[in-house]
């Protein structure tokens, strides 16, 4: 996100304005079939997109509403679901799984049918990371597999996520559209100029559309509410996570001389036990011997027979 003091030329394409703007609408379709034939890299060829409604029932009027970002589908009539998700969910994963029902049932027509289904993409645009363990693996493609076998089980359900941060390429290592895209989404709001390694008629059509000054008023103003929404929740998740740091180190130093006084404790205890039975042993010893030489017994035997040096037995 730009600093605010800096005026910027272009949206910041994670505002759900900005979003919406440019892959929703059918004047910018170009864009988002663009996007997509990217990367899918050949696997599919979209030639062109019906945008379908983004607002869905289940199958009663009381089941639980699904609003997408941007839903449509290609000329094969095959599903794609396309989703911004700007911070980290509890359960994303489900909420994917369960966004691509919508789009399976939608299928079910009236009537006799066979269940062939057509072929359902759900992406993920993702300003946030939920794999740490691969930190240069922002792509991610599910689908049904059989564990035995490591073999896709069915073909036409697709989970794609790209985990936009760990995207770290500069500018003069891409190499692919798909990396040219991902490129201008995770730095379009910070570009004062259209890059020169983004030529492709595409990326001018996404920069006039993404020229906030080219805006009407209603425009800006909607863009405006957009960007304040995504800096407030940026700056809410920040503190949380913020507070939850200090929280965390706050507790941990506290667990930590706990467990350090609980370990002092322990081994004081330890230490004085074994003190105190040194002790004891070295006054039986002294017991023993002043016995021994009340009897008149050799010096020599008395430290031999108590472990005593030869000068405490002397001394005594």
Same mark, same amino acid.
């Given at each position: 996100m730009c600093s605010e003091g800096i005026i910027e030329r272009y949206v910041n394409f994670y505002t759900d304005f900005a979003?919406?703007?440019?892959?929703?609408?059918?004047?910018?379709?170009?864009?988002?079939?663009?996007?997509?034939?990217a990367l899918l890299s050949g696997k599919e060829v979209i030639e062109d997109i019906t945008y379908l409604n983004t607002e869905h029932l289940g199958s009663?009027?009381?089941?639980?509403?699904?609003?997408?970002?941007?839903?449509?589908?290609?000329?094969?009539?095959?599903?794609?679901?396309?989703?911004?998700?700007?911070?980290?969910?509890?359960?994303f994963k489900d909420r994917s799984i369960f966004y691509?029902? /919508?789009a399976i049932r !939608?299928?079910?027509?009236?009537?006799?049918? *066979?269940?062939? @289904?057509?072929? &359902?993409?759900?992406?993920?645009?993702?300003?946030?990371?939920?794999?740490?363990?691969?930190?240069?693996?922002?792509?991610h493609e599910v689908k049904l597999v059989d564990l035995k076998t490591k073999e896709v089980f069915y073909e036409k359900l697709t989970f794609i996520?790209?985990?936009?941060?760990? /995207?770290?390429?500069? !500018?003069?290592?891409?190499?692919?559209?798909? *990396?040219?895209? @991902?490129?201008? &989404?995770?730095?379009?709001?910070?570009?004062?100029?259209?890059?020169?390694?983004?030529?492709?008629?595409?990326?001018?059509h996404l920069f006039e559309a993404a020229e906030i000054a080219k805006f009407n008023r209603k425009e800006q103003y909607e863009y405006q509410e957009s960007l304040k929404a995504y800096r407030d929740w940026f700056s809410v998740m920040e503190t949380a996570e913020r507070r939850g740091l200090e929280r965390?180190?706050?507790?941990?130093?506290?667990k930590g001389m706990e467990k350090g006084m609980e370990k002092g404790m322990e081994k004081?205890?330890?230490?004085?036990?074994?003190?105190?039975?040194?002790?004891?042993?070295?006054e039986n010893a002294l017991m023993t011997a002043r016995n021994l030489k009340s009897m008149n017994m050799d010096a020599n035997m008395i430290a031999q027979a108590t472990g005593l040096t030869l000068e405490e037995v002397e001394n005594l």
């Open positions: 979003f919406k703007k440019l892959f929703g609408t059918e004047i910018n379709k170009d864009l988002l079939i663009s996007f997509l034939n009663q009027e009381y089941d639980r509403r699904a609003v997408f970002d941007v839903y449509c589908k290609n000329e094969k009539g095959e599903y794609f679901l396309v989703e911004m998700q700007k911070g980290e969910q509890q359960f691509s029902t /919508f !939608e299928q079910a027509p009236r009537g006799v049918w *066979d269940y062939e @289904l057509k072929g &359902i993409y759900t992406i993920g645009i993702l300003n946030f990371c939920f794999d740490e363990k691969g930190e240069e693996d922002y792509f996520y790209l985990e936009m941060p760990k /995207f770290v390429k500069k !500018e003069d290592e891409l190499e692919t559209l798909f *990396d040219k895209w @991902l490129y201008a &989404i995770r730095n379009l709001a910070s570009l004062m100029e259209r890059p020169h390694i983004l030529q492709e008629k595409v990326f001018t965390g180190l706050k507790e941990g130093i506290e004081g205890m330890e230490k004085g036990m074994e003190k105190g039975i040194e002790k004891g042993k070295k």
